[in-house]
């Protein structure tokens, strides 16, 4: 079986692990049996019509006496590219506007209140071309482009906050930038929070098309909670999960869009350690498939020139401040995750472990000031 055929990790250990076994196995990979959320029959009619995988998922907080519980539900979509990547451009954004339309709808039926779509979710990663025609004509102004006010209609119709990956064209300065559009579920935008981290690795060439973000670590008062987004490659540096936090934020989303050969193995680990480090929920989405591209490229690493990325491994999941995490979608389909958490669980975590409290901040400020000077001097005992 191959990578991309490969349906996902919890359901092979499900159809071939011994019950009581499995019980421990979940225990130890997933910090505790994860509390299925039974969702509206209509929902998963409705998913099974049009063919993408629907989980839900729960994470409860202990009740407090002075604190109602702030029970919220966030939707996680991970899909596949809808028309051949050498469609019209605006086919494929239409295509990919329908595709999440139907999928948002059955999101509003389970009840979802912050939604969070892929990282430039309206077009194929294309980025490791390095072709600039056609690709930046996917890009749209984050504040008055077409998917800005298509993600406002969703907003307002299902009094949804939405988070909207895209390819930004800043028309102020021409520039293009790698942005997720946060709109409110009064369907006003919010504001943008710019990919923090540009990759320079594997095939990822982002850099050849936007820059590093210049929008700090924004966080986002919604009506749900404070939200952030960090987008893809953000997830591999602790101090970028970090800074969100210490902004307020209650939820981490991390759009991305990355690829089996690469990370696969860090994918179940990285935002899970976020969601612990920095007593908050994390969100992970990553795309399904694989795109092809009509011309070859090569990426300076010795590898034939290929016309694809490789397979997209999908397996979008939601960690917990105490550890634990839903399992992943699936590898290989399109799919809706519904998650209900009690956001009274990070303070009651963070009251337990207490990263925040324990963690000497001002220490590392100094001793990281002095790191990043050209004149550091390591702090090394030698005989
Ligand atoms: N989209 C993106 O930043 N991918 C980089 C590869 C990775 O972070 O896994």
Redesign the pocket.
């Known amino acids: 079986m191959s990578g991309c055929e490969f349906e996902s990790l919890e359901d092979c250990l499900e159809s071939h692990l011994p019950q009581a076994e499995l019980s421990e196995v979940k225990r130890i990979l997933f910090g505790k049996e994860t509390l299925k959320l039974d969702l509206p029959v209509c929902a998963v009619d409705a998913a099974s019509k049009r063919d993408f995988e629907l989980k839900g998922y729960r994470f409860e907080a202990a009740l407090e006496q002075l604190r109602p519980p702030r029970r919220i539900r966030v939707g996680l979509i991970q899909h596949r590219i809808v028309l051949s990547t050498d469609a019209p451009i605006l086919d494929q954004i239409n295509a990919m506007h329908s595709r999440i339309g139907e999928m948002v709808e059955v999101a509003a039926m389970c009840g979802v209140n912050i939604i969070c779509f892929q990282?430039t979710w309206t077009m194929p990663?294309a980025f490791c071309t390095r072709e600039k025609e056609p690709w930046t004509e996917f890009a749209e102004s984050a504040e008055e482009g077409n998917t800005t006010r298509f993600c406002q209609e969703l907003a307002k119709k299902y009094n949804m906050v939405v988070v909207s990956p895209i390819l930004e064209r800043e028309e102020l300065h021409d520039t293009l930038w790698n942005t997720a559009v946060v709109i409110s579920n009064s369907g006003n935008v919010l504001g943008k929070s710019r990919?923090h981290h540009?990759?320079r690795?594997?095939d990822?060439n982002?850099s050849t098309y936007y820059m590093e973000g210049d929008t700090g670590h924004t966080v986002f008062q919604t009506q749900f909670g404070k939200i952030a987004v960090n987008?893809?490659?953000g997830?591999?540096h602790p101090l970028n999960w970090f800074m969100y936090s210490m902004n307020g934020a209650e939820i981490i989303f991390n759009p991305?869009?990355?690829?089996g050969a690469?990370?696969e193995p860090?994918w179940p680990i990285e935002a899970r350690n976020a969601a612990i480090a920095n007593h908050c929920f994390t969100c992970a989405i990553n795309r399904v498939g694989t795109e092809n591209f009509k011309s070859e490229f090569t990426s300076g690493d010795g590898k034939k020139a290929h016309h694809d990325f490789g397979h997209f491994y999908g397996s979008s999941y939601v960690a917990a401040p105490d550890g634990s995490r839903t399992p992943g979608l699936s590898r290989t389909r399109d799919g809706l995750l519904v998650v209900e958490m009690d956001l009274n669980l990070n303070r009651q975590i963070s009251d337990k472990w207490s990263f925040k409290m324990t963690g000497r901040y001002a220490e590392y400020a100094e001793e990281l000031t002095n790191a990043v000077r050209y004149d550091f001097k390591p702090n090394i005992v030698k005989e």
């Open positions: 990282e990663f990919k540009i990759p690795v594997g990822f982002e987008i893809c490659y997830r591999h991305s869009a990355t690829v690469l990370s860090m």
